[in-house]
């Protein structure tokens, strides 16, 4: 089963030193956030193959907070700048689309609208928001990552502060 976990990075602060958006780094609370919701969603994954991040940086320090709660090498991390400079949702379903088929488990990081209109595209069952931090895991049947995005997955979880918190 093919497992896609759609995370959209952390709480940022609301400006970087030199005014960009890029350069918005994780706020304390946004640290403490996705190292809650990351330090739970270890607890149901066995591994991790892939993760793809934007190279924002708030979307980096997410990325790597969750690395390391599943144990999965932060050196690894393969940037993107699609992932921040999306095309929408068809631009994110061509990066799975050419996901090696040997990867099994991947996290992508990036920022909403994109996230949360994916997730809504490959989950139909999920019709939630997607608050700072927030996970959404969809399973697959099929074997290629191609095929999956042409079909319609199943949620495996939906974690945020809020629900976790319950």
């Given at each position: 089963?093919?497992?896609?976990?759609?995370?959209?990075?952390?709480?940022?602060?609301?400006?970087?030193p030199?005014?960009?958006?890029?350069?918005?780094?994780?706020?304390?609370?946004?640290?403490?956030?996705?190292?809650l919701?990351?330090?739970?969603?270890?607890?149901?994954?066995?591994?991790?193959?892939?993760i793809?991040?934007?190279?924002?940086?708030?979307?980096?320090?997410?990325?790597?907070?969750?690395?390391?709660?599943?144990k999965?090498?932060?050196?690894?991390?393969?940037?993107?700048?699609?992932?921040?400079?999306?095309?929408?949702?068809?631009?994110?379903?061509?990066?799975?689309?050419?996901?090696?088929?040997?990867?099994?488990?991947?996290?992508?990081?990036?920022?909403n609208?994109?996230?949360?209109?994916?997730?809504?595209?490959?989950?139909?069952?999920?019709?939630?928001?997607?608050?700072?931090?927030?996970?959404?895991g969809?399973?697959?049947?099929?074997k290629?990552?191609?095929?999956?995005?042409?079909?319609?997955?199943?949620?495996?979880?939906?974690?945020?502060?809020?629900?976790?918190?319950?």
């Amino acid at each position: 089963m093919k497992k896609l976990y759609i995370i959209r990075h952390s709480k940022a602060v609301e400006y970087a030193p030199d005014h960009t958006d890029f350069n918005r780094c994780l706020a304390d609370y946004g640290i403490e956030k996705a190292t809650l919701i990351a330090k739970h969603l270890a607890t149901d994954i066995e591994a991790v193959d892939l993760i793809l991040s934007s190279p924002a940086c708030r979307a980096i320090e997410t990325a790597r907070i969750f690395a390391r709660a599943v144990k999965y090498a932060e050196s690894d991390i393969t940037t993107m700048e699609p992932l921040y400079h999306f095309g929408g949702i068809e631009m994110a379903l061509e990066i799975i689309s050419r996901v090696g088929d040997d990867v099994e488990t991947m996290m992508l990081f990036g920022h909403n609208p994109t996230f949360n209109a994916l997730a809504w595209n490959l989950c139909p069952e999920f019709r939630d928001g997607m608050p700072t931090s927030a996970v959404v895991g969809v399973g697959f049947k099929q074997k290629t990552w191609a095929a999956a995005i042409e079909k319609k997955g199943k949620l495996l979880t939906y974690l945020t502060k809020r629900n976790i918190n319950k």
